[in-house]
Structures are given as C-alpha cells and as structure tokens.
C-alpha cells in the first residue's frame, strides 16, 4: 500500500536558518505530492504540491522538488522565521485512490528568535 | 463562504455514549472526506463522499462508526458506544473532483475525549 515516511523530529532552529524536512514515499501509481501545515490551533492547510517529476512546488519560501528516481519530496526554506512554527506533513495522493490523502506522521518545527 | 465548518469543536464524553459529529463543506465542492487522527500521527482516511454517495470505507471505520452526507450538502460521523481507543482528532476535507492534484480544504477538526 501506499505510505509516506517523514524525518523524526521535532526540530528546533533559529530564525534565518536553513530549513530541510525529508520525505520519501512509497505508491502503486504515480502519486501527487503534498505538504500541509497546522499552525498551533487552526486546521491543516496546503502549502505547496506538485503534480509530476520534476515539478517544484513554491509558496511562502517554502520549496519541494518531486524526484521520482528517489521517491523524495524534501521540503526546504533559505530562512526560516518565528511564524514558521508548526506541524509539517508530507502526503500522498494515488491516481487510483480516489483523491484520499496518505500522510506522514509529520514534524513540530519551532523557530526560536 | 467560510471554508468547511466542523462542530462540535471539541466533545468529552463517557466511554458507551454515542457522539455524532458534523461537517460542513465549501458549498460547490462535491467531494467529502473523514479523517482520523491521534497524537503524535498523521491524518488517517476513513471515509469518502461524492455528493450523497459514499464511495469507500477504511478498514479504520468499524461498524459502530457510520456516516451520511444526505443531499450532497453536510455531512454526519457517528460514533456508538464509544470505547477510549476512540479518543482522536476527527477531521474534515471537502474538494472538488477535478483530479488528484486538487488539494482539499480541511476543516478545524473535532477533538473527542472519551473517558
């Protein structure tokens, strides 16, 4: 079945530092790819996707490259802020599947000042 | 519009009691999704709706879980005697069915606590 792995955390970093979270998956089909965010008390939203190989997804100075070769959709940021703090997840949608999401565990990231 | 809408926010009850959520999506989405998830995890599926029909199951979805989405519109998640292992954040998406790359909306979630 599908399944999404994410990097352990949570992850603590300092504001203006570099931001790396991995994520690799496993598909039947040819998947799209996701990552959500859950800011402290609100609700998951979307912060970037990316449909095919290749494709680069961008929002907010986040960035994620799909790379089929290695079933990866690290998602990255040059300098992270304060207000980045939140819960990360990867996730998954397989042609095959209805459009339901397979998600990670995700990743607390807490940017302190 | 809103966004979708979930109520209660958050429910506490004794273990045994039936709890029934609801969900209200985006209005022109016709897509409605379950989601279970429990501290520390990822969102998992549990069922799915195009407009009034629900088209798949989880495994997850026992039979003292049941959901409806009369009239396409809102939706209902039933829970029967309830047990602690029920104890999870319910979530709700809507979309709209223009493919896989759409991603959905999610609500802000229901919070049971069953005691």
């Known amino acids: 079945g599908d399944s999404v792995t994410q990097m352990e955390g949570p992850v603590t970093l300092s504001e203006e530092a570099f931001l790396t979270i991995n994520c690799t998956y496993t598909?039947?089909?040819?998947?799209?790819l996701f990552w959500y965010v859950q800011y402290p008390g609100e609700g998951l939203q979307l912060l970037l996707k990316?449909?095919?190989?290749?494709d680069k997804g961008s929002n907010k100075g986040f960035e994620a490259t799909y790379r089929k070769e290695t079933t990866s959709f690290h998602l990255e940021k040059g300098s992270v802020q304060v207000s980045d703090s939140a819960v990360y997840f990867c996730?998954?949608?397989?042609?095959?599947?209805?459009?339901?999401?397979?998600f990670g565990k995700g990743i607390t990231l807490s940017v302190r000042p | 519009d809103t966004g979708v809408s979930q109520d209660p926010r958050h429910k506490i009850t004794k273990r045994g009691q039936n709890v029934t959520f609801r969900c209200d999506p985006i209005?022109?989405?016709?897509?409605l999704y379950w989601y279970r998830q429990t501290l520390g995890q990822g969102p998992e599926f549990l069922t799915y709706?195009?407009?009034?029909?629900?088209?798949?199951k989880s495994r997850l979805l026992s039979d003292r879980f049941s959901a409806e989405r009369p009239k396409g519109s809102f939706s209902t998640l039933e829970i029967q005697r309830t047990e602690q292992g029920d104890s999870a954040m319910y979530l709700c998406?809507?979309?709209?069915?223009?493919?896989?790359?759409?991603?959905?909306?999610f609500g802000s979630g229901t919070r049971l606590t069953v005691v």
């Open positions: 998406a809507s979309s709209l069915a223009l493919g896989q790359g759409d991603g959905y909306t």
């Open positions: 598909a039947t089909g040819y998947p799209s």
């Open positions: 990316a449909t095919k190989a290749d």
């Open positions: 996730a998954l949608s397989d042609p095959g599947a209805n459009s339901k999401l397979t």
């Open positions: 209005s022109e989405h016709n897509r």
């Open positions: 709706f195009q407009n009034e029909a629900q088209l798949e």
